[in-house]
């Protein structure tokens, strides 16, 4: 047997009509806030966590709970979609003992799941880690998403994090951060200074977008070519952000670059030679900007 059991955790994320209306829609909508409740899943009524994240649209949020031998990590990106409607984006891992090898070696269930749901504010999302069977103790966590109203646009920018219950037989841990979500990119392809292809396209944060990279006009004639290309995070900073991204060059199908990475300032050059697969002079050019 191998050392370590990878078998599927069957986390299950779902959205469910929350029935509790649009009260909240009303006046001011630049502020969002989200219930986050932890409870058994065997019909019981007592909540084991409540939790309040308040901040301005766009706000994301992680939920890390470590109980009993079981250990969830979750991240939410959430984006608005008009007045009505959220984009929320789930990375969810998970992992829960699952006894001893016959070699005596710990025995592991692993599961990791992206999903990408669109929720109206009268909605929950509802994450089920141990799945609709997961047997033993089975947890339940509900998300109810809420328009809010804020004075002052400084108090709608304010992040707020209230523990109203904690979890008492094991330790959650939830933190919420508001950052740029949209971006676009602008790229070239060089050789010796002269701009052969260009290109430019929006990028959304933690999703892959594709550049097509096209002949300048007047320039050389040179095949086009696609980068692939995404925002994997945002650091913030003085004097300037900097944003760390991972990257690809394809031509024809073919990779150029494979799994390229780098780290700059928003709205500076990042540069890169190409002289093993384009030939001497060549260099791959790109910034990304923030998007407002």
Do not use: W
């Amino acid at each position: 047997m191998n050392r370590f059991l990878a078998a599927m955790l069957a986390a299950i994320l779902c959205v469910l009509q929350a029935g509790s209306g649009m009260a909240e829609a009303f006046g001011e909508r630049n502020r969002i806030s989200f219930d986050v409740r932890v409870s058994a899943e065997d019909g019981s009524s007592e909540p084991l966590s409540e939790t309040v994240i308040e901040g301005p649209e766009g706000t994301d949020f992680r939920i890390d709970l470590t109980t009993d031998g079981f250990e969830m990590r979750s991240e939410f990106l959430t984006d608005p979609l008009g007045d009505s409607e959220l984009l929320v984006r789930a990375k969810i891992e998970t992992k829960r003992a699952f006894g001893l090898s016959p070699n005596g070696l710990p025995l592991f269930e692993i599961d990791r799941q992206e999903k990408e749901l669109v929720v109206s504010f009268d909605e929950s999302v509802v994450l089920l880690p141990f799945g609709l069977n997961g047997g033993g103790k089975t947890l339940r966590i509900e998300i109810d998403p809420r328009r809010q109203s804020a004075p002052t646009e400084a108090d709608a920018k304010k992040l707020a994090i209230s523990f109203n219950r904690i979890l008492s037989s094991g330790e959650i841990a939830i933190n919420a951060r508001k950052i740029p979500h949209n971006y676009e990119v602008e790229a070239a392809v060089l050789k010796n200074g002269e701009r052969l292809l260009a290109g430019n396209a929006k990028a959304l944060f933690r999703q892959a977008a594709v550049v097509q990279l096209a002949r300048v006009e007047g320039a050389s004639p040179t095949q086009g070519l696609a980068l692939g290309i995404e925002v994997e995070d945002l650091l913030r900073g003085r004097p300037s952000d900097q944003v760390s991204v991972s990257f690809e060059l394809k031509s024809s199908g073919q990779r150029l670059i494979t799994s390229g990475r780098g780290i700059g300032e928003v709205g500076s050059e990042l540069r890169y030679p190409l002289d093993d697969s384009l030939g001497e002079g060549f260099e791959l050019v790109f910034r990304i900007k923030e998007k407002k």
